[in-house]
């Protein structure tokens, strides 16, 4: 219940609710009285959620929702949560995280990190409070709703030279971990794969297989890949792999450097296959190989081919 009263030289306002009182001085009673209204929604919205904290929803999303997704995308759900309860607090009731609050975690994320990665990084607290709000009722809308995002980052325009690429596949005196790295580099230059996709994709023929995540219990169809003869025959030569992605990463960071190849990633292979292969088959064949369902990513992104280039073709 709200009390708004004459202090001083303003207007208190006292919310007592739930077993919970609070208090606040204006100078306004407009601004006493809107006050306790918000702050008596506030109560009841914490009141409803059951005092569910942001810990204990987190641990509920990646029990439910993030349990059929792939090993690698829900531990990497998994630590975008953690890295928003370092800054919004385990134990903080979801009711209380408004949009205000979600940002100054934006306005905080951004400091270390690009606009497109706190994108991608908000769309999970999106999903979170999305059931939060939608199958577990637990709190009356989505706070997300409302908060501004940053521009994404212009699309890379950075490729691979063949002059380059040679500097990578001819390396040598390269220990066992660097020698199945260029091994996977090379895959990707000509099948536009993803490095995790190819340390643990099983070949069959010319197809590239990748199991779905079995921890969940239930059934989902595995994910085939067409290769092109050469991405098939590199498969069957260089075998198996057993060097994990984030290793294989890290190594390939490490021997660019080294090897003074500046603002190209392995990421940027998959560019290069893709820019390749767009010349010997049509767009639509094209996505199917990258997985693309929007178009408009992969011309954008991932076809690289210059105005000059393609002028010099035609």
Request: hydrophobic letters at 40%; one cysteine or more.
């Amino acid at each position: 219940m709200a009390h708004i009263r004459k202090f001083r030289d303003g207007w208190r306002a006292e919310v007592q609710k739930h077993g919970i009182r609070k208090s606040k001085v204006f100078d306004t009673k407009r601004d006493a009285q809107k006050w306790a209204r918000d702050t008596e929604l506030e109560l009841d919205a914490l009141k409803g959620s059951g005092g569910l904290t942001l810990g204990q929803a987190s641990a509920k999303y990646l029990a439910t929702a993030a349990r059929d997704k792939a090993p690698g995308a829900a531990a990497w759900e998994e630590r975008r949560l953690l890295e928003a309860m370092e800054f919004l607090g385990e134990n903080t009731p979801i009711a209380s995280i408004s949009s205000v609050r979600l940002g100054e975690w934006r306005d905080d994320r951004l400091k270390t990190v690009s606009g497109s990665t706190v994108i991608r990084h908000f769309s999970v607290l999106r999903s979170l409070f999305r059931l939060a709000a939608e199958d577990w009722k637990v709190i009356e809308k989505n706070p997300c709703d409302g908060v501004r995002m940053p521009e994404h980052n212009p699309p890379r325009h950075q490729v691979w030279t063949w002059k380059l690429i040679k500097r990578v596949l001819r390396a040598k005196n390269r220990n066992a971990r660097e020698i199945q790295t260029i091994h996977a580099f090379h895959i990707a230059l000509h099948t536009g794969m993803r490095l995790g996709e190819i340390l643990r994709a099983e070949v069959v023929g010319k197809i590239a297989v990748l199991e779905r995540d079995k921890s969940s219990g239930k059934a989902s169809a595995p994910v085939k890949i067409p290769l092109a003869r050469k991405g098939a025959a590199l498969f069957a030569k260089y075998g198996p792999f057993s060097i994990a992605p984030g290793t294989a990463s890290a190594t390939f960071s490490d021997m660019t450097d080294e090897l003074l190849i500046d603002g190209l990633t392995f990421h940027d292979a998959r560019a290069f296959a893709l820019t390749m292969l767009s010349r010997r088959m049509d767009v639509m064949t094209l996505a199917r190989i990258s997985r693309h369902k929007n178009l408009k990513t992969l011309m954008e992104n991932y076809y690289r081919e210059s105005a000059e280039q393609i002028a010099a073709r035609i």
